[in-house]
C-alpha cells in the first residue's frame, strides 16, 4: 500500500510539504515554511519551542515521526524514532520555502539532497545565513543516484532552477513511481538539464508539479504554441557587458546570493570588458566554495573584516578603491548593506535589482527599498529573471513526463494547469491524503 498525503503549500507559493508513505517508511518532501505571511520578523520564537510555535502558527505540519521529542509530546505528536516507519525527508533546492523548517526537524532524522545543494547548505550555516540552526543529518546524493530506504527508492534528478544545486525526485514504491519536480526554468544556463528531468521521469504515474508562473494572470495552457520570453541568463549576461561598456562609473547589483552559477558567469563575462566583479563576504564565500578559482575581489565596508579562512588568497578591497577607480568594477550588495551607498552613490551610474530581495511589492521592505533609491537620486532597473518556467514550458515537461495523474501544486492558481497528456489532474486539499492504485490517486 502506498499513500500519498498533501499537507500544504498547494495554493501558495512555498511550504510545498507531501508525505509519500508504504508499510514500512515515510518520505517526506520538501521542508519549508507554509503560510508564511503569518510569520512577523519583529516577534521571536521562543528558545527551546521553536518547532512547537512553528507548528501552531501553521507554519510547519503537525507530522508524527519527524520532531523531537519535547517539541513532538508538547503537540500530542510521536516524536522521530517513536513510529514504527522509517522516516526521512528529502528536499529539492535551497530556497526557504523548500527547506526553511529543516533545522525544526529531530537532529538524526536524514534529508537527503543533491551534493551541490548539501555544500551550499554547509556554507549556508557557517555565514549565518540559516534559519533557526543547522540540520545535523545531512545525506548529499550525486545526481541520478538513487537510495532505498525501506520500500521506498528515490533517485536525485538535477533541474535548472535559480539557486545552485536545484533537482527533484523520482520517488518508486511497489505500487508505482512519482515524480516530482521541485522548481524548474528552461531560461537558465542550462535549459538541457531540465529537459533531461523530463525524459528521465517519462511514464511516472504521478507527476507532482509547480505552476508558479500560472497564478498571477489568465492563462490557457492549451492554446500555447511557444515560449514568449526572449530573455535568458544568457542575455543578462550581454546585457551586462553592454552596460559595462556604456557606464563610466560604478555599477551596482542586487542578485540572490544562492544564484552561485549567475556570478560565477558573470564574473568571466566582465573580465573580457575590463570590470572584475567585487562581492560581499558571504557571496564570495559561496562562490568560493563551488569555483575556488574564480577571479573576483572582496569588499568589506568601513570597520569590517574578514576572517573567514576559505577566502585567505582574495583579495580585498575598500571604499577608497571603489571611489577611486568606479568603473573598474561591478559591486555585488545585499539589500541589507544598502547603507553603504550614502557613501558610494557619488560615483554609482546604475543600480540593477536582479532577483534580490526585496523582490517584489510582497515584502513589507519593498516600498523603503524603492523610495530609498529614488531619495539617493540612483538610476536603478529592474532586470531579474525568476527562476520559475513560463507557462508554455510547465506544459511542455507535463506533455513530455506524460503522467496518468498530474497534480500542479506550487501555485495560486493550479487549477489552470492543463496538458493533453495526463489521463487526470487532481487538485488535492490540504491535509488530503490518496492511495496510488494502478498509477492513480484514490481518495482515501
Ligand atoms: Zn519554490
Ligand atoms: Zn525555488
Redesign the pocket.
Known amino acids: 500500500m502506498t499513500k500519498i498525503k498533501f499537507y500544504s503549500g498547494l495554493r501558495e507559493?512555498?511550504g510545498?510539504v507531501v508525505a509519500v508513505e508504504t508499510d514500512k517508511a515515510v518520505c517526506i518532501f520538501?521542508f519549508?515554511y507554509a503560510f508564511v505571511g503569518r510569520l512577523d520578523e519583529s516577534v521571536c520564537t521562543r528558545k527551546g519551542h521553536e518547532a512547537q510555535d512553528f507548528m501552531r502558527l501553521g507554519i510547519l505540519n503537525r507530522i508524527d515521526g519527524i520532531y523531537e521529542s519535547h517539541a513532538a509530546g508538547e503537540l500530542n505528536l510521536k516524536a522521530y524514532g517513536e513510529t514504527d516507519k522509517k522516516y526521512f525527508a528529502i528536499i529539492?533546492?535551497m530556497?526557504i520555502?523548500?527547506m526553511g523548517g529543516l533545522g525544526c526537524l529531530d537532529p538524526k532524522m536524514p534529508v537527503y539532497m543533491s551534493n551541490d545543494s548539501a555544500k551550499l547548505y554547509k556554507r549556508m550555516g557557517v555565514m549565518g545565513e540559516l534559519e533557526y540552526r543547522e540540520h545535523e543529518n545531512i545525506q548529499p546524493m550525486e545526481y541520478d543516484s538513487t537510495i532505498t530506504v525501506e520500500d521506498i527508492k528515490v533517485t536525485c534528478i538535477q533541474v535548472d532552477?535559480d539557486v545552485i544545486g536545484a533537482c527533484g525526485f523520482l520517488i518508486e514504491t511497489e505500487d508505482g513511481s512519482i515524480c516530482y519536480t521541485?522548481?524548474f526554468r528552461f531560461h537558465g544556463f542550462h535549459p538541457d538539464v531540465s529537459s533531461a528531468f523530463g525524459n528521465k521521469c517519462k511514464g511516472a504515474d504521478v507527476m507532482i508539479t509547480?505552476g508558479?508562473t500560472i497564478s498571477f494572470a489568465d492563462v490557457d495552457m492549451l492554446s500555447l504554441e511557444g515560449p514568449e520570453r526572449t530573455t535568458s541568463e544568457y542575455t543578462l549576461l550581454e546585457d551586462m557587458k553592454e552596460r559595462c561598456r556604456q557606464e563610466d562609473g560604478l555599477i551596482v547589483i542586487n542578485n540572490y546570493n544562492r544564484n552561485v552559477e549567475r556570478i560565477h558567469q558573470m564574473i568571466h563575462a566582465l573580465a573580457k570588458e575590463k570590470r572584475q566583479m567585487a562581492l560581499d563576504s558571504i557571496q564570495a564565500d559561496y562562490v568560493n566554495a563551488f569555483y575556488p578559482w574564480d577571479d573576483f575581489v572582496v569588499y568589506i565596508p568601513e570597520g569590517g573584516s574578514t576572517n573567514n579562512p576559505s577566502l585567505r588568497e582574495k583579495k580585498v578591497i575598500d571604499r577608497n578603491e571603489l571611489l577611486t577607480n568606479p568603473s573598474k568594477y561591478v559591486l555585488q550588495q545585499n539589500y541589507k548593506n544598502i547603507y553603504e551607498l550614502f557613501d558610494l552613490k557619488d560615483v554609482v551610474s546604475v543600480y540593477l535589482h536582479m532577483d534580490g530581495a526585496p523582490l517584489g511589492d510582497y515584502d513589507p521592505s519593498f516600498a523603503k527599498f524603492q523610495s530609498f533609491l529614488e531619495v539617493q537620486g540612483i538610476k536603478n532597473e529592474h532586470v531579474g529573471l525568476g527562476?520559475?518556467a513560463e507557462p508554455y514550458y510547465l506544459r511542455k515537461m507535463a506533455d513530455i513526463i506524460a503522467p496518468t495523474t498530474l497534480v500542479p501544486l506550487?501555485s495560486f492558481r493550479p487549477e489552470q494547469f492543463n496538458t493533453e497528456y495526463a489521463k487526470e489532474i487532481v487538485l488535492p486539499e490540504c491535509g488530503q491524503s490518496f492511495y496510488l492504485e494502478n498509477g492513480k490517486l484514490v481518495k482515501e
Open positions: 507559493i512555498g510545498t520538501d519549508g529539492s533546492h530556497h520555502d523548500h532552477h521541485g522548481d509547480e508558479v527562476g520559475h506550487h
